[in-house]
Every structure is written in C-alpha cells, then in structure tokens.
C-alpha cells in the first residue's frame, strides 16, 4: 500500500495508521473530526462532502458527513466496528498512490482535505462520560508494593485473579499541550506525624496506554472477553498525572482521590485496533490462570513501544528520554479490563476511557513514574549536567510518545501514536 504523499519512513502517521482526532483550524474553528498522513491532518468533515465515503455501507448516505461534523468522535464511535472499518479503508482509498482518487487529481479538494499538523488545533477526542483507571502491569504494582510493604507483602492477594482498578474523574481529563497546576492538599509530617495542608512535594507522571470504549453496553448487562474487541475503538497515550504525597496519606481505605483528580492529560489520536492488528503479541503469562469470565487469547497484547521525556525549564535542549517501556509488559489486557468492569452489569457508553495503569518494565530503564525511577525519592538521578530530579519540578515539560515498527511483507510498516504533553505550573496559593 503506498500513497500519492510523501511519507517520511519515521513518520507516526502512515497510511498503514490512520488515527481518529478532533481539530479546529483558522479557516474553520468548529471543531470537527481529522485523520493524519505524515505532516498533514485530513479533515474528515471536508473529504465526507467530497463524496469519499459513498460507496460504504454504514457510513454512505450522508452519514459520514453527518458524524463527522460533530466536535467529538462519540457519533462516529457508537456507529461500531463495521463503521470504523470502513473509514479506515476510505480514508486510504483517498491516500492510495494507485486507482482512481479524487484527492489526489483535484488540486482545490487537497487544499481543503490537507492541513498542515502546525496549524491545526487539537481538542478532546471524545466526550469522556466515565474514566477508570487500571493497575495492570505487574512489574510497577510489585515496585510500588516493595517501596510501601516491603517484599513480602509488595502484591495485594487479589491482584493476581483481577484487574485492580479505581474510578477516575473524567471531568479532569484533558487534551495534550494543557498545563497542568501543582495541586495542594494533606499530606503527613514525616517529623511531626501529623497532617499538613501543603503544595505537593512528589508530583510524578503515570506511563500510561488507554482505551476508549466505542459502542458501549446496557446497565444489567455484560461484554464478554471474546466479544471486548469489537468494543474498543482505539487506544491513545495517557499520562496520569499523580501527587504522590498526597495519594500515601489519603489512598487508605478507599483508594486514589485529590492525589490523581487534578489532572490526566492524553493524546489527541486515537488508533485503532485493526492498525495496530499487525503488532499483536503474547501477552505476559498469566499464573494463576484467571477465572473463565477473563480467559482470552494468547496474543492481546501489542507491541508498543513507550518513552518518556523531561524538558526541564532551566535546559535550552529537547526533552531527555528517563524512561523506554513498552505496552506488551502489561499483564492484564484491555480486552480483560472491558470485561471485568462490564461483569456486574455495569454499562458503558461510547467514549468511555479505561486506562491502563503506569507500564513499567523488568529493566532499571524500563520504569514508567518517578515514584520508581527515584525510589521514592530517596535516590535523585542525573537528568542534565547540572540538574537532578527526584519528582516533578515547576516548569517541567513532561513528553509521552510511543510507536510500532516491523517489517510486513518485505515492507517496514510504522505506527506512531503522537504525544501527551503537559507543563507543571505551581501551585495556587491558598
């Protein structure tokens, strides 16, 4: 498959992706549904009325333009799998370098479609309605273990027969390139053992993947395992954003509260499963085998690979990698995620979000917070010449990307998921 625009080989946005996003640009501020092909977002709103979408079945007879024109991709989502399919496949139909494409023949309509990635405005993918957040890499949930229980307790017994989770705030979700403040609340004296009512000290990243649902479920009813994946539209980049002295001092008994709700930034691309179907792998073993409502597939997992960055405020220099996990470390999948919310006959609605939990990997470089990397802590690491880190300081720019790449059919077929990006501004003074 090849395509009438030149792609550079490390690009994100191949033909081979095709992502879903909503963007707004100075010719149109209506926000409104985008694809990408390697420097350009496509505006799916303006190839819709060019008729590129007539010939499909779910999405011909004006439905396309219709769904498309919306400032959320919840529309486009409900319409289910068959839908996304088919929008993928006209959306590369438009790209192809062979057959019959308007697009690339019409000059005026590639003026309309194309828009440079600099000069479009990302917003919020989806209308969020629900956000919980899982805690399904094994490695990170036994580093934090070891750091708060000591070894010998470090897994909770449940955590091996479930995926651990906890319902976030969805209202506090936003799109990458949004400063996020440095929150304020209790956290414990380690002198005085008594509260106290400040900025936090430990502010830390979560390398995180997440999961939007697409067509959703009746409250009663349940999403098999087997049936997750025609559930899930897409996964994106996800940093939960964690105040970490905040979380200790609140998260007993009930869990994560104002130490997570202050904010979560993700990327504003959503990729979908059928483009990420040529990386499948073998997801961790799973011992004990899970109960049979959680039995899957061997190969849910994808092989995605995660880095992060900091961009400190004092370095006129790019963001310095601190960390390269990958996705296919996590022991749970997303497909096990969907169906364990779902058993209790707890609905879900198109654009739902379910992230993964912070990724991290059996490597001292492979570590996806803070919280790990500097043992809570206690031990500082180099990250310029002249500047170390321990948490998160003002002013630091924090950068999550990941991609796939592999050779299929004698061809190199890279997938790119963007970034999430975010700045720490201080606190508010209270």
């Known amino acids: 498959m090849s395509c009438f625009i030149d792609v550079l080989h490390e690009s994100d946005f191949t033909i081979h992706n095709i992502p879903f996003a909503i963007i707004s640009s100075s010719e149109s501020q209506a926000p409104r549904a985008a694809s990408a092909i390697g420097s350009y977002a496509i505006d799916l709103l303006a190839l819709a009325q060019s008729g590129a979408f007539g010939k499909c079945s779910v999405l011909g007879n004006g439905v396309a333009a219709r769904v498309f024109a919306e400032p959320t991709l919840n529309a486009f989502m409900a319409l289910g799998r068959p839908a996304w399919r088919e929008a993928r496949a006209a959306i590369q139909a438009a790209l192809s370098a062979t057959g019959t494409s308007k697009l690339r023949e019409d000059e005026e309509l590639r003026q309309k479609v194309l828009l440079p990635l600099e000069k479009v405005k990302f917003h919020l993918p989806a209308n969020i309605g629900d956000y919980t957040d899982f805690y399904a890499s094994k490695e990170h949930a036994t580093n934090v273990g070891v750091m708060f229980r000591g070894k010998e307790n470090a897994l909770m017994p449940n955590w091996v027969h479930l995926p651990v989770g906890y319902h976030g705030r969805a209202s506090s979700v936003v799109v990458s390139g949004t400063s996020i403040r440095r929150p304020n609340g209790l956290t414990l004296n380690a002198e005085t053992k008594l509260p106290e009512f400040k900025a936090s000290r430990k502010l830390d990243y979560e390398l995180e993947v997440a999961a939007y649902v697409g067509t959703g479920s ?213």
């Open 218 to 430: 009746k409250l009663g009813d349940s999403i098999a395992v087997g049936d997750a994946e025609e559930h899930i539209f897409g996964l994106s980049l996800m940093n939960d954003w964690s105040a970490r002295d905040i979380q200790q001092y609140e998260y007993v008994p009930l869990g994560p509260f104002l130490g997570k709700n202050f904010g979560t930034t993700v990327s504003p691309w959503i990729v979908t499963l059928d483009a990420l179907e040529p990386f499948r792998v073998a997801q961790p073993k799973q011992d004990p085998s899970p109960a049979a409502y959680l039995s899957a597939g061997s190969l849910d997992a994808y092989d995605v690979k995660l880095e992060v960055a900091i961009k400190p405020p004092t370095e006129n220099t790019p963001p310095i990698v601190v960390s390269r996990s990958n996705l296919k470390y996590m022991y749970w999948s997303f497909k096990q995620m969907l169906a364990h919310h779902t058993v209790n006959g707890c609905n879900m609605r198109p654009g739902d979000l379910l992230g993964s939990g912070t990724i991290s990997g059996p490597t001292p470089t492979s570590l996806g917070s803070l919280l790990e990397l500097s043992k809570n802590g206690n031990e500082p690491f180099q990250l310029a010449p002249s500047v170390t880190r321990a948490f998160i300081e003002d002013g630091d720019e924090i950068v999550i990307s990941g991609h796939c790449s592999k050779e299929v059919d004698g061809q190199r077929i890279r997938i790119g998921f963007g970034e999430a990006r975010g700045v720490v501004v201080p606190a508010k003074s209270l």
